[in-house]
């Protein structure tokens, strides 16, 4: 039986190549589309034709690997989400900006401004970033370890809410016959002494009509859900499977409740690549036509150094040895993540080399390759089951991907019940049915 006090929430996952490892090089994906201005707005416009809740930019300040199938492009979000809001009405924007490479009034003022000019539609993806390149980027310094990184973020976040929090909804007066613009005892100095920031700020934008911007998080690590938990309006996550996502699911909201909040306060959004046909035979077609294009070297190097699964000394066209499972779980960032994997490859008698395949293809996070009907079935055993409150939906390419999704998709969750039918909100937070913050 479905529950109808819930509603699924979609955030597109916006990779303007697609979110397929290998989209950029399918021909229906035009490699530079991502920068054009026509293509995004068009593609904005038919997230908010599929009701989505938002569109959100991942990001990090480095080009990644730098290497033949590599180093690819895209634009600072913050930029890109300006030109999206003028073309929108509805549709949320939400970016990343690290904690560890940003400083807290810039980053509070930027995604404030956006929430003020666009009627309360902005929000902000809190990661400390896991790319040790990236520093080099900024100076001599190393990358923080991962603790560090985390007692930084923590500070960080709560300077970033005191700010957006600092001006009281009436503190602008605005009245041009008295020469009163706002009520001094309404905007609040931040005073804030910590281990790695010192501030007495007094912020320079007023609140939101959303009370703040949303919140989101995406650390799958114990600190990351814990920071979540305590913090996040949403919680992005990576989950290969639907018993992985279940495990997750419980594990953040207990986080949640021992955190003091409303576990119903925080949703939990994996992320989900689905690859649609009109048949099952026709999706997984498509699906293999983008498998056959991705640099399997690359995809080999990718994988050892962001899951810690390296493979490069087996045969890949055999199951990767058990040895080699148990000493990636043991060592790996990404434990579970890899232990879901490993689960996966056992059950579907997976080759190493279609290991690496399923895993780069959606970095890590959960594939489903299938009709409309089946899509659409799995997505609701998703949300109806404990697994998910939504998703980040991750289209294998644009604009096809999202076009076939917004087209044959939706209508079948708007016919279960489960998704709405209109906009019934103006703000990021009323899509979400999440109270204003006082």
């Avoid at 590599?70 to 979000?77: A, C, L, S, Y």
């Avoid at 009370?211 to 690590?221: E, N, V, W, Y």
């Avoid at 990636?328 to 997976?350: D, G």
């Amino acid at each position: 039986m479905t529950d109808h006090t819930r509603e699924l929430h979609l955030n597109l996952f916006g990779n303007w190549y697609g979110n397929h490892r290998a989209a950029w090089r399918h021909p229906g994906v035009d490699p530079h589309q991502l920068w054009d201005i026509d293509f995004n707005i068009r593609t904005a416009k038919t997230a908010e034709r599929g009701l989505f809740d938002a569109v959100f930019f991942a990001d990090g300040p480095n080009l990644g690997p730098v290497q033949p199938s590599g180093g690819q492009t895209k634009p600072e979000p913050i930029t890109l989400l300006g030109v999206l809001a003028a073309v929108t009405t509805h549709l949320g924007l939400a970016s990343t900006v690290s904690t560890t490479y940003s400083e807290p009034y810039n980053t509070a003022r930027q995604i404030a401004s956006l929430d003020l000019l666009t009627r309360g539609r902005a929000g902000w993806n809190a990661v400390t970033g896991s790319n040790a390149a990236t520093a080099a980027n900024f100076g001599p310094s190393a990358h923080p370890e991962h603790a560090l990184r985390y007692e930084r973020s923590e500070e960080f976040i709560q300077i970033v809410k005191a700010l957006w929090e600092s001006w009281e909804p009436d503190a602008v007066i605005a009245d041009q016959e008295t020469g009163v613009f706002l009520d001094p005892g309404k905007v609040h100095r931040v005073p804030f002494q910590g281990k790695h920031f010192q501030i007495d700020a007094v912020f320079n934008v007023p609140r939101s009509p959303q009370g703040r911007p949303l919140i989101f998080h995406a650390g799958d690590s114990d600190f990351g859900r814990s920071q979540g938990a305590r913090h996040a309006d949403a919680i992005f996550t990576a989950q290969p499977t639907i018993e992985a996502a279940r495990e997750f699911y419980r594990d953040f909201k207990r986080r949640v409740s021992e955190a003091g909040r409303d576990p119903g306060h925080a949703h939990v959004l994996p992320g989900y690549l689905a690859v649609v046909g009109s048949t099952e035979a026709e999706a997984q077609a498509t699906f293999d036509e983008l498998n056959q294009l991705i640099d399997i070297e690359g995809a080999i190097e990718e994988v050892a150094r962001g899951d810690g699964l390296d493979v490069s000394g087996v045969d890949l066209d055999k199951p990767i040895p058990d040895s080699l499972w148990e000493h990636s779980i043991a060592t790996s960032t990404f434990r579970s993540r890899v232990e879901a994997l490993r689960t996966k490859a056992v059950e579907a008698r997976l080759t190493a080399r279609q290991v690496i395949e399923w895993d780069i293809a959606a970095h890590g996070h959960y594939v489903f390759v299938g009709t409309p009907e089946q899509v659409a079935d799995d997505i609701e055993l998703w949300f109806t089951t404990g697994a998910a409150d939504g998703f980040n939906y991750k289209a294998p390419t644009f604009p096809d991907g999202l076009e076939i999704f917004v087209d044959h998709v939706v209508p079948l969750l708007q016919a279960k019940g489960i998704y709405r039918k209109e906009y019934t909100e103006t703000t990021l937070r009323g899509h979400y049915g999440l109270p204003t913050p006082r």
